[in-house]
């Protein structure tokens, strides 16, 4: 009898006792705050009053974004969060309650009660441990695809090098760790099952996928994996079978139906209850974008970008593109794929949608188990390769670390050449390390800009002729942001480009003097050559009026020049400037600006020309809509 590997244990448990040193270790001061102040009031109002009413929780706990004040008249306060995490967050509050745990912070008359305290702690405790359970879920559906190795390579893949971690670990008030559990534990029991006709088993699935989409609404994408295989099996039953068959199959597909509303129908109460619909986008019906899809900035944005910020994913989408190409794995491979798809296009019309701030993309937190199969066929496949062809295999390695090592040693060489690493006398070693390291980077960064990026920087570099070092300041926020509720249209400080400072400088693409000059008192970006070029991504292209800011530059103070502005191949104005600062504003023709990346085309005749900023100013109120 072969002696089962103790491995898995070891690595797993590695990477729960990392977990809990993050968790203990985390900088943030609280447990709960942000998104996750509102996620966990759920939890709160469940553990502590026994009810989904949140009106007692906004006055003692807080509300910082002001959402006790209904949608409109007769409806409840609202919460632009889902409950679903509450499911797992309120029986530790109430097990924390029992035993008497921090019993001065569970008097509901204490503020502290909400946001500090080892009651909450507890409840924290409880993402922690679904984020663990995760990279296990991870493993267990690796194993049955491929060999232990590189089962526990994907699992320790998500479970250390993804944004699993940081949402299980330091930011377990968000609800991304518990809805990735869920995510893997409707498709590990999926998988497992997979052609089955039991009604237990569909029921099952129909709940699993139903608390998936309970965590965050936009799970339910991964419901294309039962709905497929259901299809298929429809489609085989209707051609081999008798009718009888067929009518039972229907059935299975009603009960998945009914289990996965049922399990999802709190969240739709809660949007009856707080927005008078059982369908509901909390934020409003703008906030998805559906016309602007970014699915370049989601995956290699600089803001937030899943391939850019989190490498090892470049394993798993290549992992999951290659099995599902492969005839033996299509059939668990495909949906998967189609269900990741989907929510990295859901992800991409979100109105912020690289997630404000945070590590990574958060709303792919959701990936852990797909990337993770991705991840594991990918390892399988070169462990595969290696043991056909050891000595490519120590060659390819031996080529590895030597490019690792080299690369760090030329980076230091350079760092003590130029003097940005201390070395002719004791210092302290990070400072070694930052410099030898931000050399490095930075070498490649001006050579060929982010190669995490070239699958969008590229593309986009030839198609505006520029260096793929400015697609980091083409895809994020942008210029013109509104928030998506239109109180602010748009955000204060937003709404300006200066080119002549920060990161507003890679806007500059062609024709402008490689450093800025203070002019008129002002920080600007000089032409050098009769024509110049700058790309400007806007967020919003409403803006009613373009105000621009600047003045020639010459050793006559009153040296004259020419300028003609084209914005996206349209003529906007052409203006004559005499030495003193200038500032141009034009109304734009309909459609001259546009969502995204803007091309600006500056001919300059004359003495050069400084300018020092572009302001984007609003339509009036009333123009701007709903």
Not at 270 to 278: A, E, F, I, N, Q
Not at 521 to 540: E, H, I, N
């Amino acid at each position: 009898m072969q002696r089962a590997s103790s491995w898995p244990a070891v690595v797993l448990g590695l990477i729960g006792v990392a977990y809990v040193l993050g968790f203990l270790g985390s900088p943030w001061p609280l447990r709960v705050h942000g998104d996750g102040h509102y996620t966990y009031l759920w939890a709160r109002s469940l553990a502590f009053d026994g009810d989904l009413d949140l009106s007692n929780d906004y006055a003692l706990c807080g509300d910082p974004w002001s959402l006790r004040e209904p949608a409109r008249e007769g409806l409840g306060p609202r919460n632009l969060w889902s409950p679903g995490p509450a499911l797992f967050w309120t029986p530790a509050l109430l097990f924390a309650r029992a035993l008497g745990v921090d019993a001065g912070a569970i008097d509901p008359r204490v503020r502290a009660a909400c946001t500090t305290g080892r009651a909450v702690d507890v409840a924290m405790g409880t993402t922690l441990l679904l984020g663990w359970l995760t990279v296990w879920l991870v493993y267990r559906f690796a194993r049955r695809h491929v060999c232990t190795g590189a089962a526990l390579f994907a699992a320790a893949g998500v479970g250390l090098c993804t944004m699993l971690p940081y949402y299980a670990a330091l930011l377990p008030s968000y609800g991304h760790a518990p809805a990735a559990f869920c995510v893997a534990v409707a498709l590990e029991r999926w998988d497992v099952g997979r052609g089955s006709r039991r009604a237990v088993r569909w029921a099952l699935l129909g709940a699993l996928f139903g608390l998936a989409a309970l965590m965050r609404p936009q799970c339910a994408v991964f419901a294309v994996a039962p709905a497929l295989e259901w299809l298929g099996g429809a489609w085989r039953t209707l051609r081999r079978e008798p009718p009888r068959a067929w009518l039972a199959h229907v059935g299975l597909g009603l009960l998945f139906a009914g289990t996965a509303l049922l399990c999802f129908f709190p969240q739709m109460w809660v949007w009856k209850r707080t927005y008078g619909d059982w369908l509901a986008v909390p934020q409003g019906a703008h906030y998805m974008r559906w016309e602007h899809p970014f699915v370049d900035g989601v995956l290699f944005g600089s803001t937030g970008g899943l391939l850019t910020w989190t490498p090892i994913a470049y394993l798993g989408v290549v992992g999951l593109v290659w099995a599902a190409a492969r005839r033996r794995s299509r059939a668990w491979a495909v949906p998967t794929l189609l269900g990741s798809g989907l929510l990295v296009w859901l992800a991409s019309v979100v109105w912020d949608w690289w997630g404000a701030s945070g590590f990574s993309n958060r709303r792919l937190t959701e990936l852990a188990l797909p990337l993770g199969a991705g991840i594991a066929l990918c390892v399988d496949r070169v462990l595969a390769w290696g043991r056909r062809h050891p000595r490519r295999a120590a060659a390819a390695v031996g080529t590895a670390v030597l490019l690792a090592f080299g690369g760090w040693n030329w980076a230091a060489m350079f760092a003590v050449a130029e003097g940005a690493a201390p070395s002719a006398r004791e210092e302290r070693w990070p400072l070694f390390w930052r410099a030898i390291f931000e050399r490095g980077t930075t070498g490649v960064w001006n050579a060929v800009g982010n190669p995490l990026a070239w699958p969008a920087s590229l593309p986009f570099a030839i198609a505006y002729r520029v260096h793929p070092r400015h697609w980091d300041a083409m895809r994020g926020q942008g210029v013109h942001y509104h928030e998506f509720e239109p109180r602010v249209v748009p955000r204060a400080g937003e709404n300006a480009v200066h080119p002549g400072s920060g990161l507003h400088a890679l806007y500059l693409v062609e024709g402008f003097e490689p450093r800025a000059r203070l002019v008129g008192g002002r920080l600007s970006a000089v032409t050098s050559t009769p024509r110049a070029r700058m790309l400007v991504p806007l967020f919003m292209a409403d803006a009613a009026l373009l105000e621009w800011r600047w003045a020639t530059v010459g050793a006559d103070r009153r040296a004259r020049a020419r300028v003609a502005v084209r914005w996206n191949g349209r003529h906007v104005f052409t203006a004559d400037l005499d030495g003193e600062p200038t500032v141009h504003r034009v109304a734009p023709e309909p459609g001259t600006l546009r969502v995204g990346i803007n091309e600006i085309e500056i001919d300059v005749s004359g003495a050069p020309v400084a300018l020092a900023e572009i302001v984007l100013h609003a339509p009036p109120r009333a123009a701007r809509g709903p």
